[in-house]
């Protein structure tokens, strides 16, 4: 192996910086220098990516509904071509399940011929609420991240070390499950909160026009001629949102504001970190 690709969609930069961060480990243990692709933004994935034998594929996705995001999914089958390219999968997800989406990104690549070697699911706050998980990935995520991407290394350049792993790592086929349904969200009801087809709403008193987040939407749904209305598909990434620097974006579908009050209800206990090789 002579390279590191760095692989990641994430519209709100949590993906990026954990796949960031492991591969930056990678590099210094094998000392071998990181290339990055970021697949987040529409003209950022326009070309197929042809890795190699000689490369290392560190993999990103957030967790939506469980799984890989369904608009995304595709995407990654037709630009990721490996050739007995050994892969790294990583998940990030805001402290609910990360369920199927680890399962579901190693089963995308394999299939895209990616050897996977090692994969990983690690909490990030939840892009839906300030509330869950804030403060996550803390110190002890990061240790367990390192000691994981440590042990990868290890085994990538020293077939004996298998037996030295750490007995908190299992057996990347534990993260091989079959990939289940998309999560269902609920609301605070209990019930199915159907918000499909919620977009943002812009207030048009805050809004000055900037045209920034026109260029943050991965999705491409956000118009220059005006940027205060979302006229194509919007997968509720909270780009645009977090982006406006007059907090001007936001999501009032009661639907979506119900499931966001159940998730801070039910899923501020700190979730675990997992980690597979
Ligand atoms: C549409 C959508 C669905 C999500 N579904 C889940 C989920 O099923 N489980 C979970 O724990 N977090 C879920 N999240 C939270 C994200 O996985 C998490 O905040 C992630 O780190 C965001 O990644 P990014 O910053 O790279 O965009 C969801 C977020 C969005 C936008
Ligand atoms: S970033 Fe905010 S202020 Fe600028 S155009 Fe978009 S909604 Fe308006
Ligand atoms: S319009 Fe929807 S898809 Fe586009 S950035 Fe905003 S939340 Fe994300």
Same mark, same amino acid.
């Given at each position: 192996?002579?390279?590191?690709?760095?692989?990641?969609?994430?519209?709100?930069?949590?993906t990026?910086h954990?796949v960031r961060?492991?591969?930056?480990?990678?590099s210094?243990?094998?000392?071998?220098p990181?290339?990055?692709?970021?697949l987040?933004?529409?003209e950022?994935r326009?070309?197929?990516q042809?890795?190699?034998?000689?490369d290392l594929?560190?993999?990103g996705t957030?967790t939506?509904?469980g799984?890989v995001?369904?608009k995304i999914l595709?995407e990654?089958?037709?630009?990721?071509?490996g050739?007995?390219?050994?892969?790294?999968?990583i998940?990030?997800?805001g402290n609910?399940?990360?369920d199927?989406?680890?399962?579901e990104?190693? %089963?995308?690549?394999?299939?895209?011929?990616?050897?996977p070697?090692?994969?990983?699911?690690m909490?990030?706050?939840?892009v839906?609420s300030?509330e869950?998980?804030?403060?996550?990935?803390?110190?002890?995520d990061?240790?367990?991240a390192?000691?994981?991407a440590?042990?990868?290394?290890?085994?990538?350049?020293?077939?004996?070390? %298998?037996?030295?792993?750490?007995?908190?790592?299992?057996?990347l086929?534990?993260?091989?499950?079959?990939?289940?349904?998309?999560?269902t969200?609920?609301?605070?009801?209990g019930?199915?909160?159907?918000?499909?087809?919620?977009?943002?709403?812009?207030?048009?008193?805050?809004?000055?026009r900037?045209?920034?987040?026109?260029h943050v939407?991965?999705?491409g749904?956000?118009?220059?001629?005006?940027?205060?209305?979302?006229?194509?598909?919007?997968?509720?990434?909270q780009?645009c949102?977090?982006?406006?620097?007059h907090?001007?974006?936001?999501?009032?579908?009661?639907?979506?504001v119900?499931?966001v009050?159940?998730?801070e %209800?039910?899923?501020?206990?700190?979730?675990?970190?997992?980690?597979?090789?």
């Open positions: 192996m002579n390279k590191i690709r760095a692989i990641f969609f994430s519209p709100t930069g949590n990026a954990v961060h492991v591969a930056e480990r990678l210094i243990k094998l000392g071998i990181v290339e990055t692709l970021d987040t933004l529409p950022q326009e070309e197929v042809n890795l190699g034998p000689e594929a560190v993999v957030p939506y509904a799984r995001p369904n595709p990654l089958q037709r630009l990721l071509k050739q007995d390219t050994r892969a790294i999968g998940v990030t997800f609910r399940a990360y199927s989406s680890l399962a990104l190693l %089963e995308v690549l394999e299939a895209n011929g990616f050897e070697v090692a994969g990983g699911a909490v990030c706050s939840h839906f300030e869950i998980a804030p403060t996550r990935p803390d110190v002890g990061w240790a367990q390192d000691a994981w440590d042990a990868v290394a290890r085994r990538l350049t020293d077939r004996e070390a %298998e037996a030295q792993r750490p007995v908190f790592l299992q057996a086929s534990a993260a091989r499950i079959p990939v289940g349904p998309y999560y969200p609920l609301g605070t009801d019930l199915p909160a159907r918000f499909l087809k919620a977009k943002p709403v812009t207030d048009l008193e805050l809004c000055v900037c045209g920034m987040c026109v939407c991965p999705m749904s956000i118009p220059s001629e005006d940027p205060s209305t979302t006229t194509g598909i919007c997968i509720k990434c780009a949102i977090q982006l406006c620097p907090m001007a974006r936001h999501f009032k579908d009661p639907a979506f119900s499931h009050r159940m998730l %209800e039910n899923y501020t206990r700190p979730a675990r970190a997992e980690f597979f090789l």
